[in-house]
């Protein structure tokens, strides 16, 4: 056993036994982050705070939320929304969180391959925050099917049929899946507990082993320099605070995180209280009714780009490429095959590339909800192999780029 | 300043997205009608001759009560019960007939008027009694009294008119009972089609009381082609505009759908519209107040937060 | 060091101000967890004493929890000592025991002994008088009796009427 001597504080007696000076420096003041950085690094917080924000508003639903086919819309329209005090802020906080999540997600991702941060080194940031996007998507779906409104019931009907695999029939897969023949109690029983308990509880394993891969190849940096941190780091602590490269994560980043995550508040509340219907689809007001399929029928905004990947094409071969889509980000670093760790504006043809990816998932974004019919119909075709094409043409056009 | 720029491009993209997605994709989904503001101008030439005339109460109390129109319909006010009890009216009718007491403030008048004379006309649903189905609409026209019939339809309307609560006097549930009531259910305010639901000492009422709706939506979903849909959410679900488009012409938007023309004027119609907001979203203005200031309190967090960042970035640059 | 005390200040100021916010999320938190309105509203029973009858203990039911009811003839009421008499409640002119059927020391419904006339708490075993006042401890006091009002020949348990007043203003019930 250590030595324990008689503590002199409250502050000592937990530091013998907890080490909290320790954990301190290593969590907060002498961590040590770039100071290159910009605004968008922030978005790990702001991802941080909202995930936050829909546990509370969660547990608060929780209490009143009813997981049966008869009474679960009645008690998520009408007992949260009329009833319950403030049971309307939960569900709009809830409501736009998740939503608003996957913008920040999207540009948390999009900030990462802009800047290279998922290189050599980093692979396994990039990896653990690809697992927490499906493990985020698994949430944001299961979610969806608790108010079992018109759209929870389809949404469930078609995302669990695709299982079937098309042509191979595994029919008996997507009935094991539901617990029916349909999606009944015990689909939206297990989609409750996978909800509320399974699928958070990944999502925190993950944030973890997320936060703990940056640990040794530290924080990317605006220009991807390689910073030798236990050298700027001691011109730090020796007083050269203006000449160091880095600077301490509390209170020197964490003063920046804040003020771009109160910044980001303004815009989430106004979403919350004045803007919410964008997440609260208006045909998931009608209660789920097994034998009227919407006129309109469209997953939320943030998977529309994986569902117009698959809409376009023969069953099979929609199967194919949506599957594709769903593993082929994870496998980015080893995609691109340059060993250049710069902003995607010094990278040749990657540049092109990246704006071309991201102006394709919009159209896609966009084509996945509109009615696949006449013009929108050829686009989305056109659109989804360009995105095939791209990811498969980017070992090529990476292999031979100029080192920066 | 390359923060700001960079901030630019992101907001630029985001907005980009939704616009796509919400604004412009919902516009290609649904289709827009224009509101005629509740002109009925489809039926002037049908009412020209009403319209023309000033009516008299008197005379029109005696045409309402000799003229037929309380075989069918009670006028409560006046003391005039109903013949039948709902359940009964609607097994015969298909709907129960409403009450007439307020039908002068909640109806339009030129509605009214080509409602007496024609009301496949006026409620817009002649698809469903064509001469080949043999079908007739179970209100029966007025052919008049012997007099000026234009002159008899103006009479009755004043007196309709004369015994009505005025404009303010009408409050968004008794326009909603008027309107809508007798179709559709609102659970969430407790309505049945049956009007609302009491609350009974024992199971064994109230499980009679929900017999007795059970065969009045029969009799409905007889007549109608299916049960009309619950309102309590419809205010959300379809929208603001869509509900006004389908109080004043269901036809507008849903070409061949069961639903009447309800003929409301557009005073009575937003009445409608508030009461079916009271169920679907009845903390509007708790969330609107509250909402005010979480964004002035933000504002004020957010200048904190950049003042504070200055000072501690002071020594670093 | 003029400068630190004031970057000491902002930070503060910032925390301060996050504080408040806090605390009036916990005004909404601590506001859902209100009883609902509907739970509320079905908080009133009126029960119809003319049909009760004479010597015989009824449990009825009031916001979920069971009430004892007894109508007395005259012949009990004059047996009664005058503690016991105190807490009869007078209906139409007849007298009736009314109490919450649940022990006043945790919440147990007592049992009653038709044969020898009174109740006893199966969990630590409290006894009470057919009046409901106390007669073995770990009970404190004697059943409560519930809010009520009367109305001809009914009595509405939940609102409170002059008659309840006055037990309450005499320590008779809580």
């Known amino acids: 056993m250590a030595n324990f001597t008689k503590a002199t504080s409250v502050k000592d007696w937990l530091n013998q036994r907890l080490a909290i000076e320790k954990v301190e420096k290593v969590m907060a003041s002498e961590y040590w982050i770039p100071k290159n950085i910009n605004f968008l690094w922030a978005m790990g917080m702001i991802l941080a705070v909202l995930f936050t924000l829909l546990v509370i508003s969660g547990i608060f639903l929780l209490m009143y939320y009813q997981p049966n086919v008869d009474t679960a819309f009645v008690s998520v329209n009408y007992t949260i929304m009329s009833e319950v005090d403030f049971g309307w802020l939960w569900r709009h906080i809830h409501a736009v969180a998740s939503s608003v999540t996957f913008l920040i997600i999207y540009i948390h991702m999009f900030t990462a391959i802009y800047y290279g941060s998922y290189k050599k080194g980093r692979e396994m940031i990039w990896v653990t925050g690809m697992l927490l996007f499906i493990t985020f998507s698994a949430e944001a779906f299961s979610g969806y099917m608790l108010p079992w409104g018109q759209m929870s019931y389809w949404a469930g009907m078609v995302i669990t049929n695709i299982f079937s695999l098309g042509d191979l029939q595994f029919n008996g897969l997507v009935e094991w899946i539901r617990g029916d023949y349909v999606p009944g109690q015990a689909f939206l029983n297990r989609f409750f507990m996978l909800h509320v308990f399974l699928l958070p509880l990944a999502i925190m394993g993950l944030i973890g082993l997320h936060f703990a891969a940056l640990r040794i190849p530290h924080v990317n940096n605006q220009d991807g320099e390689e910073i030798d941190f236990e050298a700027e780091s001691k011109k730090y602590l020796d007083g050269d605070k203006k000449g160091s490269k880095v600077m301490r994560f509390a209170n020197d980043f964490m003063s920046k995180d804040i003020m771009v995550l109160a910044i980001f508040l303004i815009f989430f509340f106004y979403l919350v209280f004045f803007h919410y219907t964008f997440a609260l689809d208006p045909v998931n007001l009608d209660p789920a009714d097994g034998l009227v399929t919407p006129a309109h029928i469209y997953p939320e905004w943030y998977f529309l780009w994986s569902y117009e990947i698959l809409r376009p094409f023969s069953v099979n071969i929609g199967l194919i490429a949506f599957g594709f889509a769903q593993v082929i980000f994870l496998l980015l670093p080893w995609l691109d095959r340059s060993p250049n760790t710069v902003p995607a504006s010094r990278r040749g043809l990657f540049k092109y590339w990246f704006w071309l990816m991201l102006g394709n998932m919009i159209a896609l974004t966009a084509l996945g909800k509109l009615p696949p019919e006449g013009m929108y119909s050829t686009l989305g075709l056109i659109s989804a192999l360009l995105f095939i094409v791209m990811w498969l043409a980017l070992p090529f056009i990476t292999k031979n780029e100029k080192k920066a | 300043m390359k923060e700001l720029k960079i901030l630019a491009v992101v907001i630029f993209f985001t907005l980009v997205t939704y616009w796509l997605v919400e604004p412009y994709a919902h516009g290609v989904m649904h289709k827009q009608v224009d509101s005629k503001q509740f002109a009925y101008s489809d039926l002037d030439e049908a009412t020209k001759g009403v319209m023309s005339k000033k009516g008299d109460a008197t005379r029109g109390k005696d045409l309402v009560v000799n003229g037929g129109c309380t075989g069918c319909h009670s006028i409560t006010v006046a003391d005039i019960p109903a013949t039948m009890d709902a359940v009964t009216a609607a097994s015969s009718y298909g709907v129960n007939p409403p009450d007439l007491s307020n039908s002068g403030v909640v109806y339009d008048a030129k509605f009214l008027a080509a409602l007496i004379k024609n009301p496949a006309q006026a409620l817009k649903v002649e698809h469903k009694f064509t001469p080949e189905s043999g079908k007739m609409h179970p209100m029966v026209p007025f052919y008049g009294m012997g007099g000026d019939i234009d002159q008899e339809v103006a009479d009755m309307i004043a007196y309709f008119q004369s015994i009505a609560v005025s404009q303010d006097e009408l409050t968004p549930e008794m326009a909603y009972e008027n309107a809508c009531a007798r179709c559709h259910s609102m659970k969430y305010l407790n309505w049945t089609e049956l009007g609302p639901k009491p609350s009974f000492k024992t199971e064994i009422e109230s499980l009679t009381y929900d017999l007795k709706v059970l065969e009045y939506q029969d009799s409905l979903k007889a007549y109608m082609g299916k049960l009309p849909p619950d309102l309590s959410m419809q205010a959300l679900a379809r929208g603001e505009t869509r509900a006004r488009n389908f109080i004043e012409d269901p036809q507008s938007y849903l070409e061949g759908t069961a639903m009447p023309r309800v003929g409301v004027n557009a005073q009575s119609a937003e009445k409608i519209i508030t009461y079916m907001f009271d169920s679907a979203d009845p903390k509007r203005e708790q969330r609107d107040t509250i909402g005010t200031y979480v964004i002035y309190f933000s504002i004020l967090l957010a200048i904190l937060a950049i003042l504070w960042k200055k000072e501690v970035w002071r020594d670093l640059k | ?174």
């Open chain 3, 1 to 174: 060091m003029k400068e630190s005390s004031r970057r000491g200040f902002m930070g503060k100021a910032l925390g301060a101000v996050a504080g408040l916010g806090a605390i009036g999320s916990l005004v909404a938190m601590k506001k859902t967890w209100d009883p609902l309105p509907s739970v509320k509203a079905a908080g009133f029973t009126t029960l119809d004493m003319s049909v009760f009858t004479v010597g015989e203990m009824v449990t009825e039911q009031w916001r979920g929890k069971p009430i004892f009811v007894m109508k007395k003839s005259a012949e009990m009421v004059a047996k009664q000592t005058e503690e016991q008499s105190a807490r009869d409640i007078v209906v139409n002119g007849t007298s009736y025991m009314v109490a919450i059927g649940l022990c006043t020391h945790l919440g147990c419904i007592p049992a009653y002994k038709q044969k020898e006339e009174y109740f006893l708490c199966a969990c630590h075993g409290a006894t009470f008088d057919s009046a409901g006042l106390v007669t073995k401890l770990p009970a404190p006091r004697g059943l409560d009796i519930p809010p009520f009002k009367i109305d001809g020949n009914n009595l509405i348990l939940g609102e409170v009427g002059p008659e309840w007043q006055a037990l309450k203003d005499n320590g008779i019930t809580l």
